[in-house]
């Protein structure tokens, strides 16, 4: 065999470890979201975001070295950038799969506790009571079924993008012209 053509055969799949890194990310997710509901631990929004990026940058810095791992060590930034997005995006549609069934079939109470607690952070912030009652009835109308997976999609799709343009930043390795 040639250089050429092992080089060929040994060509990475990106599809395939975005859906690895996708279904783990997305997993953890679960992980994280199961937690939380059991825990009733909704009014500590700063720590589920820190988590949440922990999660994220976690998935996509694993999908990006396994790539380059798979590729010979090289990633240009637009793999990179494409895999991290495709990863995030995976995660998302399992997770808000998730907490779409969750809400419908185990415990429908979630969106009115989850409303509660950010009445409570709005109130301690000073927000007036008819502001409250709005973004009350704003909130509680956002958990149908679609509103919830599409607002997980892109956030994820969102997140994703701002934490892959970074990352893939980092950890590319363009492949030398004259090799």
């Keep these: 065999m040639t250089d050429a053509s092992s080089q060929l055969e040994a060509k990475p799949s990106i599809y395939a470890i975005a ?30 975001l820190l988590v949440s990026v922990v999660i994220s940058v976690l998935g996509i810095v694993l999908a990006l070295k396994e790539y380059k791992k798979q590729n010979g060590g090289y990633m240009t930034y637009g793999q990179g950038l494409g895999l991290g997005i495709m990863v995030s995006i995976i995660a998302g549609i399992l997770s808000g799969l998730f907490s779409m069934l969750y809400i419908q079939f185990i ?70 012209e004259f090799e």
């Design 19 to 48: 859906i690895k890194y996708g279904l783990l990310t997305g997993l953890l997710y679960i992980v994280f979201a199961t937690v939380n509901y059991l825990s009733e631990s909704y009014g500590n929004f700063f720590v589920a």
């Design 107 to 176: 415990d429908p109470s979630v969106p009115e506790k989850l409303v509660d607690a950010t009445m409570e952070q709005m109130a301690a912030f000073g927000v007036d009571d008819s502001m409250l009652d709005d973004q009350r009835d704003e909130i509680m109308a956002s958990f149908t079924p679609i509103k919830q997976l599409t607002s997980a999609i892109s956030n994820a799709f969102f997140s994703g993008l701002i934490l892959s343009l970074i990352i893939a930043a980092v950890m590319k390795n363009n492949r030398p």
